[in-house]
């Protein structure tokens, strides 16, 4: 009865963290916790509640310790490195979104978030392979990505060789008229 309980409260909680209603949420996994306090799902939603509240310290303890309980577990590794991304420290995100797929090569969000990180740090390549990566996992991955990537180096180029003409034709207009 009290495993059922519990499974209620914690669907519960992911209701109203999806929701955004960020302090409910944290209400109700922490109800779960009272009674399952090795529960290392229940702390990595409590970090992501308080990363969305921006309280990046309390998110970070409680990534942790979703770490402590179970260091196979990808999620709080690709959490924590949000957060670190949000932060700028982005070699350190890039070392837990490596971690998060070295545990589950599959994880899409992982993928995207590495692709993020990467595209951040200027290593275009690597960023267009995790984007592709992901979006291969899942189809809603973030292939605009790949295309803002693609298009700057293009729009920048076109732009370039508009200029090169157009002070040609300043340059033989110039010539001509003399």
């Known amino acids: ?5 519990n499974k209620i409260n914690f669907e519960n ?12 949420a944290i209400i109700e996994f922490e109800t779960v916790l009272e009674k399952w306090p090795d529960n290392s799902r229940c702390y990595n939603k409590l970090g992501i509640c308080y990363a969305s509240l921006r309280d990046f310290i ?6 942790e310790k979703a770490l402590a309980l179970d260091l196979k577990y990808p999620e709080p590794y690709n959490n924590l490195g949000n957060i670190y991304l949000e932060e700028k420290e982005y070699e350190k995100s890039i070392k837990l979104y490596k971690k998060a797929l070295e545990l589950n090569p599959d994880y899409a969000a992982a993928h995207s978030n590495l692709g993020l990180a990467y595209k951040r740090t200027k290593r275009i390549n690597e960023a267009v392979k995790h984007f592709k990566r992901a979006a291969e996992i899942d189809r809603k991955a973030p292939i605009s990505e ?10 920048k180029n076109n732009i370039i060789f508009f200029i090169i003409i157009l002070v040609g034709l300043v340059i ?3 010539i001509l008229k003399k």
Do not use: D, H, V
């Open 146 to 155: 790949i295309k803002k990537i693609r298009m700057k180096p293009k729009t």
């Open 13 to 24: 909680a992911e209701s109203y963290l999806k929701k955004g209603n960020f302090n409910q």
């Open 58 to 63: 309390k998110a970070k303890s409680y990534l």
């Open 1 to 5: 009865m009290k495993r059922e309980e």
């Open 172 to 174: 033989l207009w110039f």
